[in-house]
T-cell receptor, first 110, second 114 residues
């Protein structure tokens, strides 16, 4: 089955800096890669996703890049703000189920 | 639309007790899922239902059973709770119909087994 590795497990940045979270996957047939944000005590919520026919996707301060050859994808957050502090999960899928990484706790200090 | 709803929000059980976690969605989605979330472990799939009338095991199905009651509702049952089942349980749904799609999560149920 699919295996998703996510790094780093924790990331601390200053407000205004950029943050990058990286994930690798094992199944070359995976073709859908969503990113979820989970605030403390809340449900995971989709923030951006990318499919394998696209190399990069942007939505305001958030971008995701995909390298199919290397089987890795990354989340980029620019101009970080304190409200970006949360746990971020990547996932990969080629079917109706998702395999999640273990998460990255992002802390943005004012 | 309420989206995905779960009951109860919080539950305390004694070892050996049974309980059913309820999940409902009002988005007319075909697929529904049950996950557990433990510190440092991410979200792990317990069971899923790709469409009404079907259920399949996920990564960690032992100790659980599910029922897809109808298109809207998908329940998770613990027949004999164990401390190892202390966790936060999330239900999710997606449009389904083949291929990977966005999953929408419920608010979660926090379960403590003593």
């Amino acid at each position: 089955g699919e295996n998703v590795e996510q790094h780093p497990s924790t990331l601390s940045v200053q407000e205004g800096d950029s943050a990058v979270i990286k994930c690798t996957y094992s199944d070359s047939a995976s073709n859908y890669f969503p990113w979820y944000k989970q605030e403390l005590g809340k449900r995971p919520q989709l923030i951006i996703d990318i499919r394998s026919n696209v190399g990069e996707k942007k939505d305001q301060r958030i971008a995701v890049t995909l390298n199919k050859t290397a089987k890795h994808f990354s989340l980029h957050i620019t101009e970080t703000q304190p409200e970006d502090s949360a746990v971020y999960f990547c996932a990969a899928s080629r079917s109706s189920t998702l395999t999640f990484g273990k998460g990255t706790m992002l802390l943005v200090s004012p | 639309n309420a989206g995905v709803t779960q009951t109860p929000k919080f539950q305390v059980l004694k070892t050996g007790q049974s309980m059913t976690l309820q999940c409902a969605q009002d988005m007319n989605h075909n697929s529904m899922y049950w996950y557990r979330q433990d510190p440092g472990m991410g979200l792990r799939l317990i069971y899923y239902s790709a469409s009404e009338g079907t259920t399949d095991k996920g990564e960690v199905p032992n100790g659980y059973n599910v029922s897809r009651l109808n298109k809207r509702e998908f329940s998770l049952r613990l027949e004999s709770a164990a401390p190892s089942q202390t966790s936060v349980y999330f239900c999710a749904s997606s449009e389904g119909g083949g291929g990977p799609q966005t999953q929408y999560f419920g608010p979660g149920t926090r379960l403590l087994v003593l």
